[in-house]
Protein backbone atom coordinates (compact mmCIF):
# COMPACT_ATOMS: atom_id res chain seq x y z
CA UNK A 1 0.00 0.00 0.00
CA UNK A 2 0.77 3.63 -0.95
CA UNK A 3 1.41 5.73 1.83
CA UNK A 4 -1.74 8.28 2.99
CA UNK A 5 -1.16 11.81 1.19
CA UNK A 6 -1.56 14.22 4.68
CA UNK A 7 -4.53 16.26 4.10
CA UNK A 8 -3.93 19.52 2.33
CA UNK A 9 -3.81 22.43 5.32
CA UNK A 10 -3.83 26.05 4.26
CA UNK A 11 -1.56 27.88 5.60
CA UNK A 12 -1.90 31.70 5.67
CA UNK A 13 0.48 33.09 2.95
CA UNK A 14 2.71 36.04 4.18
CA UNK A 15 1.80 39.12 3.06
CA UNK A 16 4.20 41.78 1.53
CA UNK A 17 4.37 44.54 4.42
CA UNK A 18 3.35 48.29 3.60
CA UNK A 19 6.01 50.84 4.38
CA UNK A 20 4.37 53.74 3.30
CA UNK A 21 0.82 55.23 3.37
CA UNK A 22 0.02 58.80 1.99
CA UNK A 23 -1.43 61.10 5.28
CA UNK A 24 -5.10 62.35 4.82
CA UNK A 25 -4.86 66.64 5.21
CA UNK A 26 -7.97 66.47 7.11
CA UNK A 27 -9.86 63.82 9.52
CA UNK A 28 -13.05 64.29 11.32
CA UNK A 29 -13.15 67.68 10.17
CA UNK A 30 -9.93 69.32 11.58
CA UNK A 31 -6.48 69.19 9.88
CA UNK A 32 -4.04 66.41 10.73
CA UNK A 33 -1.21 67.64 12.96
CA UNK A 34 1.84 67.48 10.07
CA UNK A 35 -0.31 69.20 7.49
CA UNK A 36 -1.02 71.96 10.39
CA UNK A 37 2.55 72.11 11.40
CA UNK A 38 3.36 72.25 7.83
CA UNK A 39 1.05 75.13 6.88
CA UNK A 40 1.52 76.95 10.00
CA UNK A 41 5.19 77.22 8.92
CA UNK A 42 4.60 78.37 4.87
CA UNK A 43 1.82 80.51 5.91
CA UNK A 44 3.92 82.12 8.84
CA UNK A 45 2.73 85.98 9.00
CA UNK A 46 5.74 86.38 11.51
CA UNK A 47 8.53 85.02 9.44
CA UNK A 48 8.91 84.21 5.27
CA UNK A 49 11.28 81.86 5.01
CA UNK A 50 9.28 79.17 3.40
CA UNK A 51 6.83 81.60 2.01
CA UNK A 52 8.53 80.96 -1.70
CA UNK A 53 6.59 77.21 -0.94
CA UNK A 54 3.15 78.70 -0.98
CA UNK A 55 2.17 77.48 -4.55
CA UNK A 56 4.08 74.02 -3.77
CA UNK A 57 1.84 70.99 -3.80
CA UNK A 58 3.35 69.41 -1.02
CA UNK A 59 1.95 65.49 -0.06
CA UNK A 60 2.88 63.75 3.72
CA UNK A 61 3.18 60.23 3.97
CA UNK A 62 3.96 57.68 6.98
CA UNK A 63 7.01 55.73 6.87
CA UNK A 64 7.09 52.45 8.48
CA UNK A 65 9.73 50.03 9.84
CA UNK A 66 12.69 52.90 9.54
CA UNK A 67 15.08 50.44 11.25
CA UNK A 68 18.57 51.30 12.48
CA UNK A 69 21.71 51.50 10.38
CA UNK A 70 25.13 50.09 11.64
CA UNK A 71 25.71 53.38 13.74
CA UNK A 72 22.68 53.07 15.62
CA UNK A 73 20.95 56.02 13.85
CA UNK A 74 17.41 55.81 12.74
CA UNK A 75 15.70 57.83 10.31
CA UNK A 76 13.49 60.56 11.13
CA UNK A 77 11.99 61.77 7.39
CA UNK A 78 13.25 62.33 3.71
CA UNK A 79 12.15 64.65 0.99
CA UNK A 80 10.98 63.54 -2.06
CA UNK A 81 11.37 65.46 -4.95
CA UNK A 82 8.04 64.73 -7.41
CA UNK A 83 9.44 63.77 -11.15
CA UNK A 84 8.24 65.00 -14.09
CA UNK A 85 5.69 61.69 -14.37
CA UNK A 86 4.75 62.13 -10.75
CA UNK A 87 3.66 65.82 -11.29
CA UNK A 88 2.09 64.65 -14.25
CA UNK A 89 0.23 61.92 -12.54
CA UNK A 90 -0.16 63.20 -9.22
CA UNK A 91 0.13 66.89 -9.36
CA UNK A 92 2.99 66.39 -6.29
CA UNK A 93 6.00 68.70 -6.53
CA UNK A 94 7.21 67.19 -3.29
CA UNK A 95 6.98 64.15 -0.85
CA UNK A 96 7.66 64.38 3.01
CA UNK A 97 8.50 61.02 4.72
CA UNK A 98 7.78 60.88 8.57
CA UNK A 99 9.18 57.97 10.58
CA UNK A 100 5.79 57.07 11.70
CA UNK A 101 6.79 55.49 14.87
CA UNK A 102 8.99 58.09 15.82
CA UNK A 103 6.79 61.00 15.36
CA UNK A 104 4.02 59.12 16.81
CA UNK A 105 5.31 57.43 20.20
CA UNK A 106 9.12 60.04 20.76
CA UNK A 107 8.30 63.23 19.62
CA UNK A 108 7.05 66.05 21.67
CA UNK A 109 5.50 69.27 20.28
CA UNK A 110 9.40 70.92 19.95
CA UNK A 111 10.51 67.73 18.36
CA UNK A 112 7.89 67.74 15.46
CA UNK A 113 7.66 71.24 14.86
CA UNK A 114 11.75 70.96 14.19
CA UNK A 115 11.23 68.27 12.17
CA UNK A 116 8.78 69.97 9.98
CA UNK A 117 11.17 72.59 9.13
CA UNK A 118 14.22 70.46 8.43
CA UNK A 119 12.07 68.86 6.45
CA UNK A 120 10.70 72.02 4.53
CA UNK A 121 14.07 73.46 4.71
CA UNK A 122 15.09 71.09 1.99
CA UNK A 123 12.04 72.12 -0.67
CA UNK A 124 13.91 74.94 -2.59
CA UNK A 125 13.11 76.70 -5.89
CA UNK A 126 15.68 76.70 -8.78
CA UNK A 127 16.77 79.54 -9.96
CA UNK A 128 17.47 80.57 -13.96
CA UNK A 129 20.90 82.30 -14.77
CA UNK A 130 19.18 85.42 -13.92
CA UNK A 131 18.55 84.48 -9.63
CA UNK A 132 14.67 84.34 -10.97
CA UNK A 133 12.52 81.25 -10.24
CA UNK A 134 13.10 78.63 -13.00
CA UNK A 135 9.62 77.02 -15.12
CA UNK A 136 9.37 74.80 -17.40
CA UNK A 137 7.84 74.27 -20.83
CA UNK A 138 4.06 74.12 -18.82
CA UNK A 139 4.58 77.11 -16.74
CA UNK A 140 5.57 75.31 -13.59
CA UNK A 141 7.66 76.13 -10.86
CA UNK A 142 11.27 74.16 -11.25
CA UNK A 143 12.22 72.69 -7.59
CA UNK A 144 15.05 71.19 -6.27
CA UNK A 145 16.28 69.50 -2.83
CA UNK A 146 18.61 71.72 -0.97
CA UNK A 147 21.68 70.14 0.87
CA UNK A 148 22.02 70.78 4.46
CA UNK A 149 24.39 74.07 5.01
CA UNK A 150 26.36 71.90 6.95
CA UNK A 151 27.67 68.04 7.57
CA UNK A 152 30.10 67.34 9.51
CA UNK A 153 31.33 64.45 12.59
CA UNK A 154 31.25 65.80 16.09
CA UNK A 155 34.57 63.82 16.55
CA UNK A 156 36.27 66.57 14.32
CA UNK A 157 34.47 69.33 15.27
CA UNK A 158 35.56 68.30 19.40
CA UNK A 159 39.17 67.83 18.13
CA UNK A 160 39.69 70.96 15.94
CA UNK A 161 37.36 73.54 16.63
CA UNK A 162 35.05 75.88 14.44
CA UNK A 163 37.50 75.52 11.58
CA UNK A 164 34.91 77.03 8.88
CA UNK A 165 32.86 79.82 8.84
CA UNK A 166 29.81 77.69 8.30
CA UNK A 167 30.45 75.98 11.02
CA UNK A 168 30.98 79.18 13.31
CA UNK A 169 27.75 80.25 12.19
CA UNK A 170 26.31 77.39 13.32
CA UNK A 171 28.17 77.40 16.59
CA UNK A 172 26.62 80.79 16.55
CA UNK A 173 22.85 79.86 16.42
CA UNK A 174 22.93 77.62 18.90
CA UNK A 175 24.74 79.49 21.31
CA UNK A 176 21.35 82.40 19.96
CA UNK A 177 19.03 79.83 21.60
CA UNK A 178 19.88 77.00 23.33
CA UNK A 179 16.12 75.61 23.73
CA UNK A 180 15.80 74.84 20.34
CA UNK A 181 15.52 71.42 19.57
CA UNK A 182 18.65 70.30 17.93
CA UNK A 183 17.69 68.27 15.47
CA UNK A 184 19.70 67.47 11.92
CA UNK A 185 22.84 69.36 13.45
CA UNK A 186 25.58 66.26 12.30
CA UNK A 187 22.83 64.23 9.98
CA UNK A 188 24.17 62.97 6.79
CA UNK A 189 22.39 62.87 3.71
CA UNK A 190 23.15 62.88 0.03
CA UNK A 191 21.80 66.33 -0.67
CA UNK A 192 20.51 66.94 -4.27
CA UNK A 193 20.62 63.70 -6.36
CA UNK A 194 18.83 64.04 -9.35
CA UNK A 195 17.93 60.18 -10.39
CA UNK A 196 16.68 59.49 -6.92
CA UNK A 197 14.83 62.49 -6.02
CA UNK A 198 15.64 62.36 -2.22
CA UNK A 199 16.23 64.66 -0.09
CA UNK A 200 16.89 64.48 3.75
CA UNK A 201 18.42 60.77 5.54
CA UNK A 202 17.48 62.40 8.40
CA UNK A 203 19.89 60.55 10.63
CA UNK A 204 20.33 61.38 14.19
CA UNK A 205 22.61 61.21 17.09
CA UNK A 206 21.52 62.58 19.93
CA UNK A 207 24.91 62.22 22.33
CA UNK A 208 26.84 63.04 19.28
CA UNK A 209 25.12 66.31 18.88
CA UNK A 210 25.06 67.49 22.24
CA UNK A 211 28.44 66.85 22.08
CA UNK A 212 29.34 68.59 19.51
CA UNK A 213 27.37 71.19 20.22
CA UNK A 214 28.54 71.87 24.26
CA UNK A 215 32.29 71.82 22.40
CA UNK A 216 31.37 73.99 19.63
CA UNK A 217 29.95 76.66 22.55
CA UNK A 218 33.50 77.21 24.15
CA UNK A 219 35.64 77.00 21.70
CA UNK A 220 33.62 79.53 19.78
CA UNK A 221 34.86 83.07 21.69
CA UNK A 222 38.59 81.24 21.86
CA UNK A 223 38.21 80.46 18.01
CA UNK A 224 37.24 84.26 17.03
CA UNK A 225 40.19 85.58 19.12
CA UNK A 226 42.42 83.38 17.59
CA UNK A 227 41.39 84.58 13.89
CA UNK A 228 41.26 87.84 15.04
CA UNK A 229 45.14 87.55 16.09
CA UNK A 230 46.04 86.16 12.62
CA UNK A 231 44.44 88.80 10.50
CA UNK A 232 46.11 91.25 12.39
CA UNK A 233 49.65 89.75 12.08
CA UNK A 234 48.93 89.38 8.36
Known amino acids: ?47 TRHAHLKDAKIAIAWRFGWSQDADGRIKLGQVKKGSDLDREMHQHDFVILLNHEVWNRGFDAKCKLARMEHELCHCAVTADTNGEPKTDEQGRTVWRIRKHDIEEFPEVVANHGLYSDELEKFAQAAMNDADQPLLGIMEGGNGDNEDSKEGDSGKENAIGKENAVGNAKKKLAAEKKRRTRAKAKA
Open 1 to 47: MGRRKRPATDKPKKRKKVTVKLLERSHAGKTTEPYRLMDQFINSKES
